[in-house]
């Protein structure tokens, strides 16, 4: 009988999993409410008002749609190199049995598992040995560094229920290596490299620490950020940001789960 | 054709024309060549730009700095290491690492129900739900993340008016009082770092502990109950053992990221510094490459120490 009991879910439990899924929401919520208020020279809550203009005033910063382009270009340009490399590493590593074959995907993970600053400071002590310039390159080197780990588990994870008999079979039936990537590999990798690719670009969109290291004087949005954290000196801007910046990683992550639902997860732990 | 005609699979078919057939038949011919001109850009890019960069600092531990003209001296010596052993500097790393395992074992306190009932009771569209829960703060901005709570530890925030409204103003006070962990406000006090910390990692600690669970077989907590143990010796006995190995995987990350963090600290937190925070100062105003990439090694060594002891555990299954 005693078992029974335990099928039903205990009161205690299910209290400290809403308490701790509340913990995990409520303070990103608050910044929502934020963006709206009237109070722009302290953190007082509740909001003595609640306004849309410092929207309209946000809208007007061309500091702000600087930086945004930046992180945006910088995103694209990382998301496309990682896709590359972590589908190359993904491909030979599934596929084949080598020597070196758990040293290269430890050499994969090693950029993300490792602190970021280590990344970041050993980058820009490389870039000043080598005396090369900071630049929009210098970012995107560091960022695409680090992506290529979230492609290469969203495609190792797939190319792992590829069945080789399907690579063979298009093969016997006289389709060439490429032609055998583009109408056998590619449609079943497919939503698997889309998904990776959003959580790549959501992961360089978001950077900070290694980007501190490569940036130079330029300002990627989460820099932007970082300054206004640091030294708040436009507060009611720094919330309308803040919440612009939620809702855009949001989409990204909402539809990597929706791809990758069914079967393998989206491999996020490494982050 | 007339250049593959040697090779055996030429005795039944004929050779593909073109570049990309000809190509497309060596890679079939020789896997080995396929392999290689798939790892040569991932390798020469992780390789030689990360693991080259990597090498260089590490090098640059040995040198050290003239203490007169602030220039680095290109000899190798130990004397950097010295450096780290001076009683400011060790305490850096002391402060550092108790606060990594504060920060960890508070994340499995948490992140244990929240594992538990997503692995055991959530089913269907809850589980989705709990899945998402999760990963949407997992992956949301880190900087909007620590942001949300400056606006909360803020004097004039949200908890100082909660906690008004209850009449309990003076348990902050209290505890901003108290030595090491209090302070002006919780918003520069280690007590507000430490909160950020556990909030910042927590479902990094969660996933991996519901990973563990989720191979807990259901008939294994039942069969504890029905030989009569309490819920209390179920957990302790069954339940704990079996999800040991996800904590351990979930602690690699709550303890690695917060042994190379400094920007929590520096926002959110009193002068004190931390591991990051000091090779960041080193390597930028002051331009001590030297002490900061000594500094950089730490973290390395105690998180080699530790992935080596979670190894041993068999963390690595639950990752």
């Known amino acids: 009988m005693r078992s029974d009991k335990q099928n039903r879910t205990p009161m205690g439990l299910k209290i400290a999993a809403g308490i701790g899924l509340a913990f995990l929401h409520l303070p990103i919520l608050l910044i929502f409410l934020y963006a709206f208020t009237t109070e722009d020279k302290s953190y007082q809550f509740p909001p003595p008002g609640l306004t849309l203009k410092w929207f309209a005033v946000t809208w007007n910063r061309p500091d702000v749609w600087e930086a945004l382009s930046l992180s945006v270009r910088v995103a694209s340009i990382s998301t496309v190199v990682a896709l590359v490399l972590g589908t190359l590493c993904a491909a030979a590593i599934s596929q084949t049995k080598f020597f070196g074959r758990e040293a290269i995907s430890l050499l994969v993970i090693l950029p993300i598992a490792l602190p970021g600053i280590i990344t970041g400071i050993s980058l820009r002590s490389a870039f000043n040995l080598a005396e090369i310039p900071f630049s929009f390159w210098t970012i995107v080197l560091g960022h695409a560094t680090f992506c290529v780990v979230v492609v290469y588990n969203n495609a190792v994870a797939r190319f792992r229920r590829v069945s080789g008999s399907l690579i063979e079979a298009s093969m016997d039936l006289g389709a060439d290596g490429f032609q055998t990537f583009r109408h056998v590999i590619l449609p079943n990798i497919g939503t698997a490299l889309l998904a990776g690719g959003m959580l790549a670009f959501a992961l360089s969109f978001d950077e900070v620490i290694v980007t501190t290291f490569t940036a130079g004087q330029q300002a990627t949005l989460p820099i932007w950020m970082l300054e206004e954290l640091v030294r708040p000196r436009q507060r009611p801007v720094t919330n309308v940001v803040a919440m612009v910046v939620v809702l855009v990683t949001f989409l990204p992550i909402l539809a990597a789960y929706y791809l990758t639902r069914d079967g393998d997860q989206i491999s996020g732990q490494g982050k | ?319």
């Open chain 2, 1 to 319: 054709m007339s250049s593959a005609a040697s090779a055996p699979s030429a005795a039944m078919l004929p050779g593909r024309g073109g570049l990309g057939g000809a190509l497309s038949d060596a890679f079939w011919r020789n896997p080995k060549l396929l392999l290689f001109v798939m790892l040569t850009p991932p390798l020469l890019w992780l390789g030689i730009i990360y693991l080259g960069s990597l090498f260089a600092l590490l090098i640059q531990s040995f040198f050290s700095i003239d203490e007169f003209s602030g220039l680095v001296v290109r000899e190798f010596t130990l004397k950097t290491y010295g450096e780290l052993l001076r009683p400011s500097n060790l305490d850096i790393i002391v402060r550092t690492v108790t606060m990594a395992g504060l920060v960890t074992i508070a994340s499995a306190i948490i992140a244990f129900p929240i594992a538990y009932f997503a692995a055991r009771y959530a089913k269907g569209r809850w589980k989705a739900v709990f899945y998402l829960g999760v990963m949407l703060p997992l992956w949301s901005s880190y900087l909007v993340k620590v942001y949300a709570w400056k606006l909360i530890l803020a004097k004039e925030g949200i908890l100082s008016w909660i906690f008004d409204k209850l009449h309990l103003t003076f348990l902050i006070e209290g505890w901003l009082a108290l030595p090491v962990v209090g302070g002006n406000s919780l918003s520069v006090s280690l007590t507000g770092t430490f909160l950020v910390f556990v909030y910042v990692w927590l479902p990094f600690m969660i996933l991996p502990v519901q990973a563990a669970l989720e191979r807990v077989p259901g008939n294994l907590l039942e069969a504890s109950a029905d030989l009569g143990a309490s819920p209390r010796q179920t957990f302790v006995n069954v339940l704990l053992p079996l999800a040991l190995p996800g904590i351990i995987a979930g602690s690699i990350f709550t303890f690695s990221l917060t042994l190379g963090d400094y920007i929590i600290p520096q926002i959110i937190g009193t002068s004190h510094r931390f591991i990051g925070m000091a090779v960041y100062a080193h390597q930028g105003t002051a331009g001590n490459i030297p002490l900061a990439a000594a500094f950089t090694v730490v973290p390395v060594v105690i998180m080699g120490i530790y992935l080596w002891l979670a190894k041993r555990a068999g963390a690595f299954n639950a990752l």
